[in-house]
DNA sequence: GCCAACGTTGGC
DNA sequence: GCCAACGTTGGC
């Protein structure tokens, strides 16, 4: 699977993104919608507890601080996404069939949030929507690119990416550690995010939110840091 | 830099 | 299909 990692801008005018999980930009966004698979059991047990079937939220991690993969940054933060042209970029590089499938299920105009990972501090830093839903990720075809994959077909592409835009930074940054001390307060005694995917889920590079937990962390920007 | 958790690969 | 070896993720 795919997580994004992270990449690196770089060059002008060409995407970038990460690894799995990350995200690159893209020039031009492709088109091909892809087909959503059956969803594994495992990402099954994780879209049921969102009431539909269906997530409508998630979170996309990405490495806000430069590493190298293969000789690559992967670095992409959402500063970077900021300064895409209409703060617009594709999400390449994931490499994971799980992050893949949940790629695969997102819709137009849903939100998600951008979480910083793999840095000095981890957390969700702000807002994004789906601008256009899955299509084939071209870096699978690119031998130079980190997250190049010989066993995918052109005639039937193995990964997939969305274009994400920028919506809004949070209020505040909201740190890993504090989503964790509520995670454990909430496994404890009831609460919303008892079951946080970034909890429960651990390394998936995109994940799916209930109403409820991103109600719940959307709340915590008019609060004091805990 | 360390290392735990987890995923993937490939021999058998 | 099992499972050991290895690679990756990602917090600390």
């Not at 008892?194 to 939110?209: D, G």
């Amino acid at each position: 699977m795919p997580r994004l990692r992270k990449r690196l801008n770089g060059t002008a005018g060409q995407d970038k993104k990460g690894p799995a999980g990350k995200r690159t930009k893209t020039k031009n966004p492709g088109e091909a919608p892809a087909t959503v698979e059956r969803p594994s059991p495992r990402e099954t047990s994780a879209l049921k507890k969102c009431g539909d079937n269906v997530s409508s939220y998630w979170l996309m991690k990405s490495e806000p601080e430069s590493r190298l993969e293969k000789g690559v940054d992967v670095k992409f933060s959402i500063e970077d996404l900021k300064a895409e042209p209409k703060q617009t970029a594709c999400w390449d590089g994931v490499r994971n069939y799980q992050a893949r499938n949940f790629l695969r299920a997102m819709k137009l105009g849903q939100e998600a949030f951008f979480y910083h990972s793999n840095c000095k501090e981890p957390g969700i830093a702000g807002l994004v929507k789906i601008v256009k839903e899955a299509y084939p990720d071209h870096t699978q075809f690119e031998k130079s690119n980190p997250h190049y994959d010989p066993s995918s077909k052109k005639d039937n592409p193995k990964w997939s990416m969305v274009d994400v835009q920028f919506v809004r930074m949070l209020k505040r940054f909201i740190p890993l550690a504090e989503l964790r001390t509520h995670h454990q307060v909430h496994k404890a005694s009831g609460g919303p995010l008892q079951h946080m995917a970034l909890f429960t889920l651990q390394r998936l590079s995109v994940q799916p939110l209930t109403r409820e937990e991103f109600d719940f962390i959307l709340s915590l920007e008019e609060k004091e840091p805990s």
